[in-house]
């Protein structure tokens, strides 16, 4: 089969997410998420007075408060294109709520920088009943999606929601200013296909994700992280989580389409990931792309390219790999899960790379490019909102069911119902492997868990998506395996089977389906987040016997009520929390070779306080562990600082594991060497090179460690720094292009990572280590078999896999010039893999000097 071979346009746009839901407004229970702050004033609607969530949605239409107006910025890089300032959109909201009761507008948070985000939704009025009864709706929809189904008066009457969210990427303006002109026609206009409109479907706009980044006219927010997968909220870094908003205001089948570099509408190209029903996304998906492509084309818009080019690039029609939706990280896939269309739209024209802005005369074509985009979704939308719910149900149906996924291929591609357009485009062979789903994760409690705190993380996590999880009353023997009470069950008869399994499958191996891979091709919480999580069953099996759900993790927090020695093992990210609390706290701490932390008597106040914080185990340390701390065997520990070489994932890594950080550069401390006085070990994961006016800082680093510091790191920016001060000797190589995913390794007895040792790591891209020399030793290697999800493949026959195996992932060594510890691996990448994170802190505790005597 041959697919579309137009030639890729190295053009670069504006962001603009478009969300096509079909869900009515959620409620608390639904979604227990939300940006850290919450909607202000209740203006003419109803907003509940509180909310445990951050994130309240109205109980009746409009509501309309006074957004608080900012001074004009001169500054602000959206002028130079004469687009919409940040201080212009309050005044142009409230001006637009004081003219319609159509149009509702809510404060859901804070940029990093303190500037509001706004939530705007634009419909006919509603009165409290009716926005109750559209609630229950949309929870029918979800949880009972089998009487969703056979409710004639819901098919009749229930408002699809349709969510546009623009400028993701701060430096790609225009997707604000065509929802701002769309709220404000909507707002006003007289005609009745508007009125009906409005009466048939609720309109959610996110005017801008990333205030700060449209401020300073850059692509990354205030923190320089670059918020485009930020279904996935990992951290705290990102305090606009649109995964949330997504959930909350349209959670079942939202279609985000972002405007801005090349892909540009409809259905990604293949491999497509496993989680996804495909004969109920791809139909309308493909049909509303090619609609979109059709309306933009006849647009004619003066000076618009795809005018000429007759039409945009469509990932599943013209681009046979590099644009796929394997990876399920990016905005526009999360939406997927809930049963969505969804796809990544782009604008036409880049900005002025010369002065890195946009100009006036492309930003007015991108603006009418997005705005024909915005109205020809909702057209598409509404003309068949009816098919498009029936599907929705659908999804949920199959899910909450436990029905076993069908692969499509060439005898069942002709039963698919809807638009056909795309059936002589798939392939059954590449384009999506079947996938047999398990009936169950388990969670594991007791000796079977690697990390208890990592478990409960992972738990909660889940919670935050919407995955039910329950737990076992009693022991249950399960494939062979015995768990105990209080081992957590991720069941997959749910609603949400989908986003279950594409967060804790392992993926797949899709190396050899494509050259080359956008992005990140693997991302499992069960492989990379530190905790042992099992499959057990089959999706066919009966269910588990003897569970009950919960909302949030078991509270395990104990610690001996008598003035005793205690020891809590330091396992998971949130074990090291609790223990740099401890250290910060000026508590007498002692890590024990197995990974075991023991605290002074003198101290059993602050542990208590530890163990109730963090909800930990805080155990009496026993005789053994007090033997090995009276005899000098374990190290005593103080309080650490960390001087961080890198970005915004080290920083928000690092702050996550609790230490005290300090950001550096070669330059920084060749200005001022006594930035280096509080400094225990540096983290290296960038440039790190003294040359020039900085040159005089490597004497000044030398001199630190020979005092007793280390270097801690990853990749090559990592092993540079310890090989410029001969700490380790090694040859490093780095693993080819845009390789990354999952991968198993090795852990030898006696290694610094072998206290609750892991199987798996991240790497993108990866690299090891070879002819070893010196006192440099081998802490952690790649597997024999190492590769077991995502895209990596050899290039020139000695960056693959198979030169990786059996080589060091991790090395270390500690001499008289001081210690180092190199990771091969990615061990805090977008501080996705928790578990990486933990082994990191593990490394820093072991090169940091001993606290020193009193």
Wanted: hydrophobic residues 40%.
């Amino acid at each position: 089969m041959t697919r579309g071979t137009r030639s890729r346009r190295a053009t670069q746009g504006l962001t603009l997410a478009v969300c096509l839901a079909l869900a009515g407004a959620p409620t608390a229970a639904s979604a227990p998420d939300g940006p850290p702050d919450g909607p202000r004033g209740n203006g003419n609607g109803q907003l509940p007075a509180t909310s445990t969530t951050g994130l309240t949605m109205p109980e009746s239409y409009p509501v309309q408060p006074a957004l608080q107006e900012f001074d004009h910025a001169p500054d602000d890089k959206s002028y130079a294109a004469d687009l919409v300032g940040y201080a212009d959109l309050a005044p142009r909201l409230n001006a637009v709520m004081a003219e319609s009761d159509r149009v509702s507008t809510q404060v859901v948070g804070q940029s990093t920088e303190g500037r509001d985000l706004y939530l705007v939704t634009v419909t006919a009025p509603e009165t409290r009943q009716q926005t109750t009864q559209q609630t229950r709706w949309r929870d029918l929809v979800e949880q009972d999606p089998a009487k969703a189904a056979q409710d004639e008066r819901l098919a009749r009457d229930y408002k699809t929601p349709i969510w546009f969210s623009a400028n993701i990427h701060g430096n790609e303006w225009e997707g604000t200013d065509a929802v701002l002109h769309y709220i404000e026609e909507l707002a006003t206009s007289d005609d009745p296909a508007v009125a009906e409109l409005l009466e048939n479907h609720r309109l959610y706009f996110s005017p801008t994700l990333n205030p700060d980044g449209r401020y300073l006219g850059t692509r990354a927010t205030a923190l320089a992280s670059t918020p485009t997968a930020t279904w996935s909220p990992t951290s705290p870094r990102r305090r606009f989580p649109t995964w949330s908003w997504r959930r909350r205001c349209c959670p079942s089948t939202p279609r985000p389409a972002r405007l801005h570099r090349q892909p540009a509408g409809g259905a990604t190209g293949p491999p497509h990931g496993e989680n996804y029903e495909y004969d109920l996304f791809i139909p309308h998906n493909y049909a509303l792309a090619l609609q979109v492509e059709q309306d933009v084309v006849d647009a004619a818009i003066e000076g618009n390219p795809l005018t000429d080019a007759g039409g945009i690039k469509i990932p599943y029609r013209d681009t046979p790999s590099g644009w796929d939706d394997y990876p399920p990280i990016f905005t526009a896939q999360y939406a997927a899960y809930f049963g969505a269309l969804t796809a990544t739209v782009e604008l036409p024209l880049p900005r002025d790379r010369r002065i890195g802005v946009q100009t006036p005369e492309r930003a007015a074509v991108n603006t009418a490019v997005a705005s024909e985009v915005i109205e020809s979704s909702v057209d598409y939308v509404a003309a068949h909102s009816e098919e498009i719910l029936a599907n929705q149900i659908e999804f949920f149906r199959r899910a909450a069911a436990g029905e076993p996924k069908t692969a499509l291929t060439g005898e069942n591609i002709a039963e698919v119902p809807g638009p056909d357009q795309w059936k002589e485009l798939w392939d059954p062979t590449d384009d999506q492997d079947p996938v047999d789903l398990p009936r169950a994760y388990v969670i594991p409690a007791g000796e079977g868990q690697r990390s208890a705190s990592d478990a409960a993380s992972l738990v909660e996590q889940l919670r935050l998506h919407g995955v039910e999880v329950q737990v076992l009353n009693a022991p249950r023997t399960l494939d062979g395996t015995t768990y105990p009470a209080g081992s957590y069950v991720v069941d997959l008869h749910q609603p949400h089977r989908a986003l279950a399994n594409a967060l804790l499958d392992l993926g797949t191996d899709i190396s050899q389906k494509v050259p080359t891979m956008y992005d990140i091709s693997a991302w499992s919480y069960a492989y990379l987040w530190g905790a042992t999580v099992d499959k057990v069953g089959d999706i066919t099996d009966r269910a588990i016997p003897g569970t009950r759900a919960i909302e949030v993790p078991l509270s395990v927090g104990t610690a001996p009520k008598k003035q005793v020695a205690t020891a809590f093992d330091v396992a998971g990210v949130t074990d090291y929390r609790a223990l740099n609390d401890l250290l910060d706290a000026d508590a007498e701490v002692w890590m024990l070779d197995e990974g075991v932390a023991v605290v002074s008597a003198d101290d059993h106040a602050t542990v208590v306080n530890a163990a109730v914080e963090h909800d930990i185990v805080v155990r009496a340390a026993d005789d053994e562990q007090l033997t090995s701390v009276a005899a000098g065997e374990a190290k005593a520990l103080d309080d650490l600082t960390v001087g961080v070489v890198g970005g915004a994932d080290d920083r928000t890594s690092f702050e996550q594991l609790g230490f005290d950080i300090v950001p550096l550069t070669a330059g920084s401390i060749a200005g001022d060497p006594a930035v280096l006085g509080d400094v225990d070990v540096l983290w290296v994961d960038g440039t790190f090179s003294f040359s020039g006016a900085d040159a005089g800082g490597r004497q000044t680093v030398a001199e630190w460690l020979a005092d007793g510091h280390a270097i801690v790191g990853a990749g090559t920016a990592g092993f540079g720094a310890a090989a410029q001060f001969d700490l380790v000797e090694a040859t490093p190589v780095q693993g080819s292009g845009r390789s990354n995913g999952i991968v198993a390794v090795d852990t030898p007895d006696g290694s610094i990572l072998a206290p609750h040792a892991q199987d798996h790591a991240f790497v993108y891209p990866p690299v090891w280590f070879t002819e070893l020399g010196g006192s440099t030793t081998v802490e952690q290697t790649y597997a024999t078999d190492p590769m077991l999800a995502g895209h990596w493949r050899a290039t020139n026959g000695a960056n693959g896999p198979d030169a990786a195996a059996g080589q060091a992932s991790v090395i270390s060594a500690r001499g008289d010039q001081g210690t180092a510890v190199v990771f091969g691996t990615s061990p805090l990448f977008r501080t996705h893999p928790k578990g990486g994170l933990s082994q990191v802190a593990q490394a820093v505790v072991w090169a940091a000097p001993e606290a020193a005597e009193d």
